[in-house]
């Protein structure tokens, strides 16, 4: 019996070309290539994780440079405020009006008024010259004025003075602060 007969020409092989290659050569290089790019990846990575490491320390180190400096602020600024606060009440203590008068008495000699007088000088109270008529008591009187308009005016200058005096004593406390 016979072969049956196969047309060969068309038929194509399922199994791939294969070719003889010096696979110790062609292996060596591909390791090499292979180390040098994964040593180039890791010395990237590493220098990477090496510059994020000195920037994240020197940023924390400028950190605490400034908290210590901002602590620093703070106590000046408590120590300023307690010095501020005694100051005021030394101010207060050295401005009381005993102490004054106890001051003035001791170093100047000085001593309360015994006795006030108050002077109305009115324009119709100037003479010609100038100058101002006394009364028969030695205080000015107008012309035409009697013991109880005289008590009156009086009473009026003493107020108006008095409004005067705390009027600009308030201006006056109100500004130094």
Do not use: W
Request: with cysteine.
């Amino acid at each position: 019996m016979g072969l049956p007969a196969v047309d060969r020409k068309h038929r194509r092989s399922t199994r791939p070309r294969l070719r003889l290659i010096d696979s110790r050569r062609r292996s060596r290089r591909t390791s090499l290539v292979r180390a040098r790019e994964l040593f180039l990846v890791f010395g990237v990575a590493f220098f990477a994780l090496a510059v994020f490491g000195v920037c994240r320390v020197a940023l924390a180190a400028r950190a605490f440079d400034d908290a210590l400096a901002a602590r620093h602020l703070e106590e000046a600024i408590k120590a300023e405020r307690l010095e501020g606060d005694l100051l005021e009440v030394d101010k207060s203590a050295l401005a009381t009006p005993s102490r004054i008068e106890n001051v003035a008495g001791a170093t100047m000699q000085m001593a309360e008024a015994g006795e006030v007088c108050y002077i109305a000088i009115s324009c119709e109270d100037v003479g010609d010259d100038g100058l101002v008529e006394p009364g028969d008591d030695g205080a000015v009187v107008a012309p035409g004025e009697t013991g109880i308009d005289r008590i009156v005016s009086a009473v009026k200058g003493l107020a108006a003075e008095e409004v005067q005096s705390l009027l600009v004593g308030d201006v006056g406390l109100a500004s130094s602060k």
